[in-house]
């Protein structure tokens, strides 16, 4: 748990992924008139909830969980279990949630009967002191991605769910915790030992960084499964933190660059972005949508800070840097397929050929 600004803002972060591709996934509470508000629901761990009990004894009790994405599973599966913590609270959600494979009610998704409400169908929390602004629905097919972000008036921060992403250039502080992930990532071979200095630290963020983007990206190769094994031999230790040794990639000494080129905090256009991922695979043939939500976000001039649900934060933002990545998107190739977007690129081709997406998904 994190205070993000004195007595308004705080974050609550867990580590989320595999094999140590692990980013943060954050949920924020903001301090309204008559409470607290919970964006981007989190599992409620005892250790969240001793830092949840703790604000409201300050602060005043939880009043409402707000659930602003339709699609972002790591988002919805821990609302049931929060909102069972907070009985008190009414539920927010965005509109158009669905479940695949079988399209469930949202009551058998753990939504609680008698104090769920649909974000605008059945009007908006503490509008007064938030303001709220959809982007999508989007059609995907199997179901809508479809997230609402939040101003709060009275600090200029603006909540996102996945839809914007500012991607620190030195690992976020939950990582001070246990380093492991960063350090294990930050070697070139499974026989090297994890050793913790900064610069192991700073490598193995960026390529979590390139991971978490773009699953396999073009200066990463996989070795051989004989020159796998041969390599783990030889290494001086083989524990359940090293994976006993199994280290499946190699990377090219143009990773870094490439890395780069996602940090929001370097030589950018803007400290902000979407994510590739998200670029490449939901809003692929949906970029008017994307920037008309862009160009309606920077009409917030109260905006200061970013705090998304991933990555790092907050992030210093403008509703002027809004603008200006909005244009800066304007002007460039959306969606490419080349280089580190191959694989992006390929599951999408596979989706369509499968008719499981629609060939023109622009808002439904
Ligand atoms: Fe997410």
């Given at each position: 748990m994190r205070e993000l600004v004195p007595n308004r803002v705080w974050c609550f972060e867990q580590l989320h992924g595999v094999w140590y591709v692990a980013v943060p996934i954050r949920m924020t509470v903001v301090k309204v008139e008559e409470g607290l508000l919970l964006y981007a629901p989190l599992p409620p761990t005892a250790e969240l909830l001793l830092g949840l009990r703790a604000l409201e004894a300050q602060h005043g009790p939880v009043l409402s969980i707000v659930?602003?994405?339709?699609?972002g599973l790591e988002h919805k599966v821990p609302l049931a279990s929060l909102a069972r913590a907070c009985p008190a609270a009414t539920v927010w959600v965005s509109d158009q949630q669905w479940s695949f494979p079988v399209p469930l009610p949202s009551r058998w998704l753990?939504?609680?009967?008698?104090r769920t409400k649909v974000l605008f169908r059945d009007g908006l929390p503490h509008q007064d002191q938030l303001v709220w602004i959809p982007l999508g629905p989007i059609n995907?097919?199997?179901g809508t991605f479809h997230e609402i972000a939040c101003v709060d008036l009275c600090t200029g921060t603006l909540l996102v769910t996945d839809a914007l992403v500012a991607i620190s250039a030195t690992p976020p502080?939950?990582?001070?915790?246990?380093?492991t992930p960063l350090l294990f990532h930050g070697r070139e071979k499974g026989s090297e030992a994890i050793i913790d200095t900064p610069e192991q630290r700073l490598k193995g963020w960026k390529r979590i960084v390139l991971f978490a983007n773009f699953f396999r990206p073009e200066s990463l190769s996989i070795p051989s499964f004989p020159d796998l094994v041969i390599d783990a031999m030889t290494a001086d230790e083989a524990n359940p933190r090293n994976h006993f040794a199994l280290f499946p990639f190699r990377w090219a000494p143009s990773w870094e660059e490439h890395a780069d080129q996602l940090i929001t905090h370097g030589p950018q256009v803007a400290p902000c972005r979407l994510a590739p991922v998200l670029e490449r695979l939901v809003f692929v043939r949906a970029k008017a949508t994307y920037l008309e939500w862009l160009r309606t976000l920077a009409k917030q001039m109260t905006i200061k800070s970013l705090i998304s649900a991933h990555y790092s934060a907050p992030q210093l933002l403008t509703s002027v840097d809004i603008e200006t990545y909005a244009d800066s998107l304007e002007a460039t190739d959306w969606a490419p397929s080349d280089g580190s977007w191959q694989l992006l690129a390929a599951i999408d081709r596979a989706l369509l050929r499968l008719k499981i997406v629609p060939s023109k998904s622009e808002s439904c």
């Open positions: 659930l602003a994405t339709s699609s753990g939504f609680p009967a008698g995907l097919g199997l502080p939950i990582f001070d915790l246990d380093p």
